[in-house]
């Protein structure tokens, strides 16, 4: 997602925004003057948090407690709070946003002071009225601005609080009617509280020594997923994963008995699996035992859950080019709308993916307060992404998001092996990253194109550096304007309602004006929970787990992508796969093979010929089985035509339709 610095909304950036709105904050009558923070720390008085922990998503009530040190507070001073930021996270990128002037409703925050015969104000820094997404960065009291800052703030307007007296923050206060305040979006490790004071009255906060800590836990589990390799061979033992999630896609870690059984293929493996989760999964071995599709379900009858593999291709060797499955488009606590730091550990075991990039948003710092990616923590991102890299078992990828405004759009930013350039998008353009990025080292990706108000111009193009395209992620699609559509951006519900932008910015767009890029899906998950089921994997052809495989096939553009589901599909022309410049005399033979996570509903080869305005469904197959293969010669064909297939399942997964996308082929006349 974009920061809030879009020229549309007629706001020079991030900070001036924050600012602006700080110093409104329009709660009391009489707002208190704007703090001012002290470095250092004070010892004067201290704070608990009570619970300490709460359960990820659920509401509850949280009280900080404040005990007033031997200075006192005089009046005019006071307390400043703040939770972590993961606990005013919600949904998908949103914020849940506090507030302290309706009783009544979520995520209301009350004080109370223990002192009779004092005054005092409390409000929500920053607030502002019916806004339940926040999208705007707030100042945090340790100078960071970003989206998920919420700070409390009592203000004591008439008498002295004295030595042992209390200040108490009530988060989630219920008497006036509110369901409470709801827990962190993810769990989470032990977080500080943050709490500042101010005793003198001048203004002037400093954060005290010892802060509370807070956690937010797991809830239930709800949700199996088990996950397959792609590919395997007879006689070979496989490993396959199971991971439990509570309602907020959280790893629950408890003892499991699981019962395995066979869906489709040949395989042995023990009936019976009784383990504890290691690295919030369970992992258990199968052998196939001849050529055909694997797919084992899982039960666990104690929960009443249960999930099938996704389909692993039984062949008598492995493929040149076997089939990785990667999320490299999603965003963590670097990122100043993001929040999480499991993400490559939740990639690599709870979701099963081969390979992963983390890609915070590069932003540029302003007065000196950090709100995404800047040079110094993408050291720090860096870093993770060299700690996590283990090929041949899971590869990591070096980049970062650059969200350009029009013409050019947000993009991802590759790199083959170690970092390349690293820049801010405020400052630097597209253009002049790619005269910058040397050929072959460096890869541009760019997403959710179609999605108002962002947009790009194709005109601005490098086929060295774009050679791949994000069609879906958890924004919705970006394959062709259709704004009814089930997996537009208006039905996405990312953060708020979206709209598609009546524009030529879609992949079919691309293609049509000669772009030769392939397609991916990517999450674009801020959650620190990548990999998701319904919100975009990209599909590569590698010939082996490394970096530089997976790199240079993504360069080669051997990929497509799917909604999330490990579908594999397969497209030829004449012989020559999906990703394809091929060169055809006449007639050219067109084939589909796809092997599908639920049953195929439906499979479409989409072509696209110079005399035509659009893309258009050449040939459609309803195979209502779970296996598909299918042949079909374009006896219409003309040279230059562009083919691609898509495909859909006939079960949603998680309510979103699953889908895949094939790359698509170019033809040329034979010479
Ligand atoms: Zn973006
Ligand atoms: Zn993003």
Redesign the pocket.
């Known amino acids: ?1 974009s920061c809030f610095r879009r020229h549309s909304f007629g706001l020079p950036g991030c900070i001036a925004a924050a600012a602006l709105f700080f110093s409104i904050a329009s709660a009391p009558a009489d707002p208190p003057p704007r703090p001012v923070m002290i470095p250092g720390v004070t010892s004067s008085g201290r704070a608990t948090v009570s619970p300490a922990q709460g359960i990820s998503g659920e509401f509850g009530a949280w009280t900080v407690k404040f005990t007033v040190g031997k200075e006192g507070i005089e009046t005019g001073g006071g307390i400043r709070v703040q939770l972590p930021d993961s606990w005013h996270s919600g949904p998908r990128n949103s914020a849940n946003s506090l507030q302290s002037r309706d009783p009544a409703k979520p995520h209301y925050v009350q004080a109370r002071v223990s002192r009779s015969g004092v005054k005092f104000a409390h409000l929500v820094e920053s607030e502002r009225s019916n806004e339940e997404l926040i999208k705007h960065p707030k100042l945090s009291l340790d100078g960071r601005n970003e989206r998920y800052v919420f700070v409390v703030r009592v203000h004591l307007t008439e008498g002295r609080l004295q030595a042992g007296d209390t200040i108490s923050v009530i988060y989630g206060e219920r008497s006036g009617g509110s369901p409470g305040m709801l827990a962190a979006a993810i769990a989470t490790d032990q977080e500080p509280v943050l709490v500042a004071v101010d005793t003198t009255g001048k203004n002037t906060f400093q954060r005290i020594k010892k802060e509370p800590q807070i956690q937010s836990l797991a809830g239930e589990p709800v949700e199996m997923l088990v996950h397959a390799p792609s590919q395997a061979v007879p006689g070979r033992p496989v490993q396959m994963l199971v991971a439990l999630l509570d309602a907020q896609y959280n790893p629950v870690m408890r003892p499991v008995k699981l019962r395995l059984s066979l869906v489709t293929g040949n395989g042995s493996f023990s009936a019976k699996v009784n383990a504890r989760p290691r690295n919030g999964r369970i992992q258990f071995s199968v052998t196939p035992r001849s050529v055909g599709v694997l797919r084992v379900k899982v039960e666990a009858p104690d929960l009443k859950l249960s999930a099938v593999s996704n389909p692993t291709d039984v062949t008598k060797a492995l493929p040149e080019r076997k089939l990785y499955w990667g999320d490299i ?1 999603s ?1 963590a606590r670097l990122s100043w709308d993001g929040v999480g730091d499991r993400s490559f550990e939740y990639a690599r075991h709870i979701t099963g993916l081969d390979f992963y990039a983390l ?1 915070d948003h590069s932003i540029e710092p302003t007065g000196g307060t950090t709100r995404g990616l800047s040079k110094e923590t993408w050291a720090e991102s860096v870093a993770l992404t060299e700690k996590f890299h283990d090929p041949p078992h899971f590869v990591t990828i070096h980049g970062y ?1 650059a969200s350009f405004d029009r013409p050019y759009g947000h993009h991802n930013v590759y790199f083959r092996d170690r970092p390349g350039p690293f820049i801010y998008p405020e400052r630097t353009s597209l253009d002049e990253l790619w005269q910058m990025a040397a050929a072959g080292e460096v890869l541009t990706i760019p997403h959710h194109t179609g999605k108002f108000p962002g947009g790009i111009d194709f005109e601005h193009h490098h086929p060295d550096f774009r050679r791949n395209f994000e069609i879906y992620s958890g924004h919705g699609s970006s394959e062709v304007y259709a704004p009814g559509q089930p997996l537009s951006f208006e039905r996405s519900n990312f953060t708020q309602p979206s709209r598609s932008l009546p524009a030529p910015t879609f992949a079919q767009d691309a293609w049509k004006k000669g772009l030769l890029v392939s397609t991916i899906a990517a999450s ?1 998950d801020h959650r620190g929970q990548p990999g998701q089921p319904h919100f975009g994997l990209a599909a590569v052809r590698a010939p082996t787990l490394t970096r530089n495989d997976v790199f240079q096939s993504l360069h080669d553009r051997h990929t497509y992508g799917t909604t999330g589901a490990k579908v594999i599909l397969e497209f030829s022309l004449n012989g020559s796969p999906m990703g394809s410049s091929v060169q055809v005399d006449s007639a050219p033979l067109l084939k589909v093979r796809a092997l599908g996570s639920g049953v195929i509903e439906r499979v479409q080869i989409l072509k696209w010929q110079k005399s035509a305005e659009k893309f258009a469904v050449l040939h459609s197959w309803h195979p209502d089985a779970l296996d598909f293969e299918g042949e079909y010669r374009d006896e219409a064909f003309t040279a230059g035509a562009i083919y691609y297939v898509r495909l859909r399942q006939k079960e949603p997964i998680r309510d979103h339709l699953v889908k895949a996308w094939s790359s698509p082929i170019w033809t040329e006349k034979k010479h």
């Open positions: 997602m488009h965003h890609t998001e674009d």
